[in-house]
Nanobody
Framework: QVQLVESGGGLVQAGGSLRLSCVGS??????MGWFRQAPGKEREFVAA???????NYAASVKGRFTISRDNAKNTVYLQMNSLKPEDTSVYYC????????????????????WGQGTQVTVSS
């Protein structure tokens, strides 16, 4: 079992930036990603990155957020720029053990491990 621990959340003004980090206790060879959940809403996909570095994003964050990973450190990052109040959510790190070509890794069910979440609050 791989444990994922997020850090880097906090309070920021609209237009500001934050960088989230997530460290895994062990190696995962599948994609790593970020989801978020706002109060009263369902958890939604934010971004995912494969072992190769190839990435994809939700339309709502494309061009503002950048996901990356350091395979040697079992770590995934989410650089969030031009933050908006609607980005306020709990952000969850997730990882898949292995890559499956049938998946696009935009669904919670396609991942095996989850972190506890870190709060991001963007004030207007």
């Amino acid at each position: 079992q791989v444990q994922l621990v997020e850090s880097g959340g906090g309070l920021v003004q609209a237009g500001g930036s934050l960088r989230l980090s997530c460290v895994g206790s062990g190696r995962t060879y599948g994609p790593m990603g970020w989801f978020r959940q706002a109060p009263g809403k369902e958890r939604e996909f934010v971004a995912a990155v494969q072992w190769s570095g190839s990435s994809n994003y939700a339309a709502s964050v494309k061009g503002r957020f950048t996901i990356s990973r350091d395979n040697a450190k079992n770590t995934v990052y989410l650089q969030m720029n031009s933050l908006k109040p609607e980005d306020t959510s709990v952000y969850y790190c997730t990882a898949a053990r292995l890559y499956n070509s049938r998946f696009d890794y935009m669904r919670e069910s396609e991942y095996d491990y989850w972190g506890q979440g870190t709060q991001v609050t963007v004030s207007s």
